[in-house]
């Protein structure tokens, strides 16, 4: 068995300082391994996403994604590819990179002139619902429940108290599958929005900052406030800020990042 040794960024995103935001583990391939063992470095990483990233062979973008928690492989994460841009914008410079996904299309993150970057996600539209198994494993009483085709989740809540104070039961809620709960309210402390966000199927109780997440509540709130852009925070125990945009169809999520840690992985396989 050879060792590999294999680029390595760990990154707070949305975050403009260290030790807050979401953590995200970044590592460029030249190509694609067994999966198994992609899937045993995000496990070794720990963290909520591991991007790995290979050149896009098929012209469509220039690079191709994918995203890892400790426990599978997931279908959108929008931390990790703004970890990722940040990481490839400061390595190889220019003010745009973009990135073929296998379930999430064609992704982009821009360098804003302002400082810090937004990242282009697909607006995830949702329609109304009920699940009341999940709201009481929640421990949530919602005004609304809208549900998408792809297992994201909102609950809406009636305050930004109400968010803050909630304790999910994480078992509960691993058992219904690895859909993501996405708890709101209108925010009351300097934001429009607050939000908590719980993916215990997926191997992450409470996600810090999620971008996919905001992919589904730019829309969601855009409706509701009537207009197009709007501040978020997620009241996780790290905590992260976002600019949200809608703009045809897309999410655009504007934040910064900080580099924590730069060296190399070594991996056997």
């Not at 979401?22 to 992609?38: C, G, T």
């Not at 992450?204 to 509701?224: C, I, K, Q, Y």
Request: glycine share 10%; aromatic share 10%; proline share 5%.
């Amino acid at each position: 068995m050879s060792r590999r040794t294999i680029p390595y960024w760990h990154v707070d995103a949305f975050a403009s300082r260290p030790f807050a935001g979401n953590q995200a583990a970044v590592m460029p391939l030249d190509r694609w391994p067994a999966d198994d063992l992609l899937q045993a470095i995000a496990e070794e990483n720990k963290f909520a996403e591991t991007a790995f990233l290979v050149p896009d062979a098929s012209g469509a973008a220039q690079w191709e994604l994918r995203w890892f928690t400790p426990a599978c492989e997931i279908r959108l994460c929008g931390h990790a590819t703004l970890a990722s841009g940040h990481v490839l914008l400061g390595r190889d410079g220019g003010d745009r990179v973009t990135f073929r996904t296998r379930r999430a299309g064609l992704l982009e993150v821009r360098r804003l002139a302002q400082g810090g970057y937004e990242l282009a996600l697909p607006a995830i539209a949702t329609t109304p619902g009920e699940w009341g198994e999940a709201a009481a494993l929640l421990g949530a009483y919602p005004l609304e429940t809208w549900r998408s085709a792809d297992r994201y989740s909102v609950f809406l809540l009636g305050s930004e108290e109400a968010v803050r104070t909630l304790q999910p039961d994480f078992k509960g809620l691993a058992a219904l599958g690895d859909d993501q709960f996405i708890c709101t309210a209108p925010g009351q402390t300097g934001t429009d929005v607050v939000s908590r966000v719980f993916v215990p199927g997926a191997g992450v109780d409470e996600d810090s900052v999620t971008g996919s997440a905001h992919a589904v509540l730019t829309p969601f709130w855009a409706a509701r406030l009537g207009r197009d852009r709007f501040t978020a925070h997620q009241a996780s125990a790290r905590g992260g800020d976002l600019v949200c945009r809608l703009e045809q169809g897309r999410a655009w999520l504007g934040g910064d990042c900080v580099t924590v840690v730069e060296g190399t992985f070594y991996a056997w396989g």
